[in-house]
């Protein structure tokens, strides 16, 4: 079985939000919601992350970034924005996806999530790394 077919296989029976696979073992699993699991990740796994297949129940540009970052070689989404998708696709990730949606909300549904609205104007995997993790560390 492929790795991205094991990750989103594992997403969907565990009722996982994230999952990390490659060459068939599985690096990372999460049932948390948010972006800081991904942050997680690629801290605690950095360069393994290299050609590694993703499953993430929601991926919007925030932590599609995350994955160019991390030079993921698939991606799995249950829930898409448009512009996740475009990022994506323009840095040739392989990607699949459920549901496309125009923006990804906070967690009310009441507005564009706060870490979508951080990377509106930013292109830059490193930089929206950076402050991904500046407002985490705030954040605890």
Known sequence: MKDLEIAKKRLKENAL??????KGKILFESDSE?????VQAIDELGYTLNKASVADSIVGKAAALL??????GSVFAVTISEEAL??????NVFTEFENLVPNILNKN????????????????????????????????
């Open 67 to 72: 994955c160019i970052y991390s030079k993921f």
């Open 86 to 91: 475009k990022v994506l696709k323009m840095n």
């Open 17 to 22: 939000s994230l999952c990390i696979v490659k």
């Open 109 to 140: 549904k009441t507005d564009i999530c706060p870490f979508e609205k951080m990377v509106l104007n930013c292109n830059d995997a490193e930089q929206a790394l950076g402050m991904f993790k500046s407002f985490l560390r705030r954040k605890t």
């Open 34 to 38: 948010g972006i800081g699991d991904l």
